[in-house]
């Protein structure tokens, strides 16, 4: 079996749904649980607003302990436009994923721009901070909150815009958990199909209970990049109805299993997933976290 690459996105994607603000030493006990399991890739942070994400407030002093503790791991960071970007590179971060919405109702609801002018806004990241190794982050590809599933055509012109700028890593991001096997296999193939050189990545949120479904079937079509967050935690903060992200955890247990080459420890994952759970409030979709330590243990 081929090797699948985790991105863990639960320090990001997972932290920004929680209410409460999670004191930044459980943060980095959190990230450091993930790294002690083998984990390679993991998006720490958000230079976003702190007015408006105040949970990521401590983005720069998460983002400067974490470099010195792990330069050999790749991490990464999520920025809103060009001032976030600057601020994540002044940081020290250089892998910088950026979200643009397929769907204009959503996109306006996440930044206030349309997509064509969030677009003219990733040029200039690209024309001014040539460093900067871009994740263009496509959210609501397989379906919006407000105005339903996005066809396929819509998406490949999505993935044009972002290739004519020079981006050759995406991730199709199923904001909504809107998807389901068939459409994730119709759609990761004719992108494959049309864009050889792009180094796709797939992000499914587990509101309908097909996060891992959907994710192998990814898989299966040719996807090796898959994101996930630590006990499924997540949402989406503009999205009406988004619950979790798929599990790391359960994720990891399923692909070791098949055969697939992760090099994740998944005992040592769901042990970090459980500290997570106990030490934060939040919207936990995993499933392992459930299930007594000794019963998991056996299936490890």
């Given amino acids: 079996m081929e090797e699948i690459k985790l991105v863990e996105v639960g320090p990001r994607d997972g932290f920004q749904n929680v209410c409460d603000f999670i004191p930044t030493e459980i943060k980095l006990n959190i990230i450091d649980k993930i790294a002690q399991a083998g984990v390679r890739n993991i998006m720490i942070t958000s230079f ?34 060009l001032r976030g970007t600057q601020d994540a590179l002044a940081a020290g971060i250089r892998e910088l994923a950026i979200v643009i919405s397929v769907s204009e109702a959503h996109n306006r609801a996440n930044v206030n721009r349309t ?35 996005i066809p396929l055509e819509q998406v490949q012109a999505a993935v044009h815009q972002g290739y004519d700028l020079g981006i050759r890593s995406m991730t199709l991001c199923d904001t909504i958990g809107a998807a389901h096997p068939a459409q994730v296999r119709r759609y990761v193939q004719a992108l494959l199909e049309q864009f050889p050189d792009v180094e796709f990545g797939v992000h499914i949120h587990d509101t309908r209970n097909m996060g891992m479904v ?33 599990s790391s955890e359960d994720l990891v247990y399923m692909l070791n299993h098949m055969g697939y080459r992760t090099g994740v420890d ?16 939040g919207n936990f979709s995993g499933h392992q976290i459930q299930i007594a330590p000794d019963k998991t243990e056996l299936f490890s």
């Fill in 48 to 81: 976003v607003s702190p007015r408006a994400i105040p949970q990521m407030r401590d983005a720069r002093e998460v983002a400067g302990i974490c470099l010195e503790r792990y330069p050999r791991l790749h991490l990464s960071a999520l920025v809103p436009n």
């Fill in 115 to 149: 997509p064509a002018e969030s677009f003219v806004e990733l040029g200039h990241i690209v024309d001014n901070c040539p460093e900067a190794q871009i994740t263009l982050d496509l959210a609501t590809t397989f379906g919006c909150p407000f105005t339903g599933q």
């Fill in 214 to 246: 959907n994710t192998l079937a990814a898989i299966e079509c040719g996807i090796t990049s898959v994101q996930a967050a630590l006990g499924g935690l997540g949402g989406c903060p503009f999205a009406p109805g988004a619950s979790g992200n798929t």
């Fill in 266 to 281: 998944e005992q040592k994952l769901l042990e970090a997933a459980r500290y997570a759970h106990e030490h934060i409030k």
